[in-house]
């Protein structure tokens, strides 16, 4: 194994990874927001019988929760406005209702592979495959596996090189191992997401 000023490889690729998860998870959160931005944005001009529909599975959120100090379990609490922004809709939700559904124009798009322009990815399934990796990445980090169910699209090193990511600059990102292609593959394309969700 040989090393490269002074760090070994395998210390090195750990490094890249840290960093990329870091950035990964930084982007995801950025493209939350604007998704929810974005449906927040939107509900007004929704079709009414689907505004209604959202309502619907909305009183469905009803739950409880424990209330450790009493100790007793209590039901949340759910107002009615007319003006409802569905805050406690998750980002998965809101993609799944909007997939079966096609009412938030802003979200029926598809976004062009970078290695193959004749390939597009449906904004929904790269969302829900992103969802996928920030999931895996809240509960492992160490012995990360991601599947193609994680990834939009696997670019190659010298693709990912060519990208802007601030905290490597002073890497060499062509020492990055597999996991770390994928993570870094799928930060490409949420830049990708939120630029076109932005215009």
Do not use: W
Not at 43 to 50: R, Y
Not at 158 to 175: G, H, M, N, R, T
């Amino acid at each position: 194994m040989g090393t490269i000023t002074g760090i070994d490889q395998e210390t090195l690729s750990l490094q890249i990874r840290s960093l990329m998860v870091y950035g990964f998870l930084d982007e995801y959160n950025r493209l939350e927001r604007t998704i929810r931005n974005v449906f927040e944005d939107s509900i007004e001009v929704l079709p009414a019988n689907f505004k209604q529909q959202l309502y619907f599975y909305y009183g469905g959120k009803i739950g409880t929760y424990i209330e450790y100090e009493s100790q007793s379990i209590k039901i949340k609490e759910l107002n009615y406005t007319e003006k409802e922004n569905f805050k406690d809709f998750s980002i998965n939700q809101i993609i799944k209702i909007f997939k079966n559904n096609k009412s938030l124009e802003r979200f029926n798009f598809s976004i062009e592979s970078i290695q193959r322009p004749t390939i597009i990815f449906p904004f929904y399934d790269c969302i829900i495959r992103l969802l996928n990796m920030r999931n895996k990445l809240a509960h492992e980090v160490a012995e990360l596996n991601f599947k193609d169910g994680d990834l939009v699209e696997l670019l190659s090193p010298e693709q990912i090189a060519q990208e802007p990511f601030v905290l490597l600059q002073s890497y060499d990102l062509l020492k990055m191992d597999e996991m770390t292609q994928y993570i870094a593959s799928n930060i490409i394309y949420i830049r990708k997401i939120i630029t076109m969700l932005a215009n």
